[in-house]
């Protein structure tokens, strides 16, 4: 995960890394 870059976006969803740091899944 550390690898993905900050401004990385899901492709299925649009959600940035961030959104999903913050769920924490």
């Known amino acids: 995960w550390e ?3 900050d ?3 899901c492709p ?3 959600v940035s890394k961030v ?3 913050m769920i924490e899944v």
């Open 3 to 5: 690898d993905i870059p």
């Open 7 to 9: 401004d990385w976006t």
């Open 12 to 14: 299925d969803c649009g």
């Open 19 to 21: 959104d999903f740091e």
